[in-house]
């Protein structure tokens, strides 16, 4: 396999010193000429604007119901703080694999915050997934006691502000005008998803280490399939390496192509479950990069928004969703028995990632109780 970004220095030259965050910038784009899929642009600098909200909820529409997909812009968070965190997020990543071994994701039990390694197998093709990842806890009271690795306590504060910025300036505003689109009390699915309640939001630090291209025809072989995000909201911010892919409605596969300043959003499971199907969880993948950029690697920085521990995976009393016949007794009746957010993605989570080899799951679901998802798309 191609080796990683990390490069481990000799055993036991760990110092007390601070871990320098060394600038990153943005690679150049490609300039190959893809399929780029249109996506409607939500500029959120608008939000605050007379009629601003209704304005940008009739224009968000199609997005969530039919795309799946839309692209963030006029967020009012600075580029240079965006390209600070990447600048944290790669730092982590060149740190000894013995530093990033120390706080692992706990898949096990279905949690998802610390280190996840690219150690797992693809099937039988004999090499291993190029992912690695370090996921970070919302800074609040309840989550004080999760472990933080070096990079991140020594930049906690910052990163803490951003994260919570990211929350509120972005996830919030969009469950604003989604709220609107289902004819709900604006603050209705924003309170399924409280920054200061309990639940598995996390900011994401991704990369995607280098291949060669018999690497990826070799992975791609395996399993050239789609998937679904588990939460409610995923947020992207641009890095300009090519590779994401989207379904359109219409089947196709085409690129996702990153805007300058702006953050990639889509719709997940949880939130389609809220909504009876209404609100599309988007179908995506990644793929081999341009031959251009193959050679750089795939940094990425991502918020994933998740309903807290309180949040019933209920439909939605939407006047929308019942006029479209989409509401049924069972949905209407606040006694009867649900599973929480937070219950669901763990368990979807702990059925993903808690294993060695990656399996081929063509033609199969997953489900729990009574709440079902495909596990790939063509």
Not at 146 to 151: A, G, L, M
Not at 155 to 171: C, G, M, P, T, Y
Not at 225 to 238: I, K, V
Not at 280 to 290: D, M
């Amino acid at each position: 396999m191609a080796p990683s970004i990390a490069e481990l220095p000799p055993s036991g030259l760990e110092t007390s010193k601070t871990i320098p965050i060394k600038p990153w910038s943005r690679p150049e784009p490609t300039k190959e000429d893809l399929d780029w899929a249109p996506l409607v642009e939500i500029d959120l600098s608008r939000f605050d604007e007379p009629g601003g909200k209704e304005a940008l909820a009739d224009q968000l529409r199609d997005a969530v119901t039919n795309v799946g997909f839309w692209v963030v812009t006029g967020t009012g968070i600075e580029d240079e703080r965006v390209l600070r965190q990447f600048s944290i997020g790669n730092t982590f990543f060149q740190e000894p694999l013995e530093e990033k071994r120390k706080h692992p994701c706990h898949f096990e039990r279905g949690e998802y915050y610390g280190y996840r390694e690219n150690s797992r197998w693809i099937g039988d093709t004999g090499i291993k997934e190029n992912i690695e990842m370090l996921n970070v806890q919302k800074p609040i009271p309840q989550l004080d006691d999760e472990p933080r690795h070096r990079v991140v306590q020594e930049n906690w504060d910052e990163i803490a502000s951003f994260h919570r910025e990211l929350h509120e300036k972005v996830a919030r505003k969009l469950y604003t005008l989604m709220a609107i689109i289902l004819e709900l009390p604006e603050d209705y699915l924003y309170d399924l998803h409280n920054y200061d309640g309990k639940s598995d939001d996390h900011l994401r630090y991704m990369i995607y280490n280098v291949r060669t291209q018999d690497e990826w025809d070799r992975a791609q072989a395996y399993s050239k399939g789609g998937h679904t995000d588990f939460g409610s909201l995923t947020l992207l911010y641009a890095q300009n390496v090519a590779g994401l892919q989207i379904r359109t409605p219409e089947g196709e596969w085409k690129y996702v192509k990153p805007v300058k300043g702006g953050i990639t959003c889509n719709a997940a499971d949880t939130l389609s479950f809220l909504t009876k199907g209404y609100i599309k969880s988007t179908i995506h993948r990644v793929v081999t990069p341009p031959k251009d950029q193959i050679d750089i690697p795939r940094l990425g920085l991502l918020y994933f928004s998740r309903p807290g521990d309180n949040a019933p995976m209920r439909a939605v009393p939407s006047p929308v969703l019942d006029r479209l016949g989409l509401l049924t007794a069972e949905d209407k009746d606040e006694n009867a028995h649900v599973v929480t957010g937070t219950e669901y993605v763990r368990a979807r989570v702990k059925d993903v990632h808690h294993k060695t080899v990656l399996d081929k799951r063509e033609g199969t679901n997953f489900e729990f109780k009574g709440l079902k998802v495909q596990n790939y798309y063509d």
